[in-house]
């Protein structure tokens, strides 16, 4: 089985990350990130993909059995094309199941603050 976890060099990324190789063994985790270098710290398979980006997540998709699809920061009305663009892709890959999460933290001044 492989999981693939978007935005995998972020803090809450690196952190499952972690907890899967521990789970699952790092043959079976797959690291996706904007900036794939900023990610080789991980020990792991890292592929490209930018939420903005529907044919990049095609490609970093393809043998995938689960995606954990970690929330972006970006504005709402960009953040829910970004995430068509990772679910859509899933679905053409035939990925099986989709974890999703959505925006975590109490930080202030954010496009979601209240």
Not at 7 to 24: C, D, F, M, P, R
Request: proline share 2%; no cysteine; net charge neutral.
């Amino acid at each position: 089985m492989k999981i693939a976890v978007t935005s995998a060099n972020g803090k809450l990324g690196s952190t499952i990350v972690e907890n899967l190789i521990e789970l699952v063994g790092k043959e079976h985790v797959i690291g996706i990130a904007r900036s794939p270098e900023k990610a080789k710290h991980l020990g792991i398979e890292i592929r490209k993909g930018d939420y903005n980006s529907r044919e990049e997540f095609d490609a970093a998709l393809q043998g995938i059995d689960v995606v954990m699809l970690l929330s972006g920061m970006d504005e709402p009305d960009k953040r829910i094309q970004q995430h068509r663009n990772v679910i859509d892709a899933a679905v053409s890959n035939g990925v099986k199941k989709i974890v999703y999460t959505s925006i975590v933290g109490d930080e202030k001044n954010t496009a979601f603050s209240l």
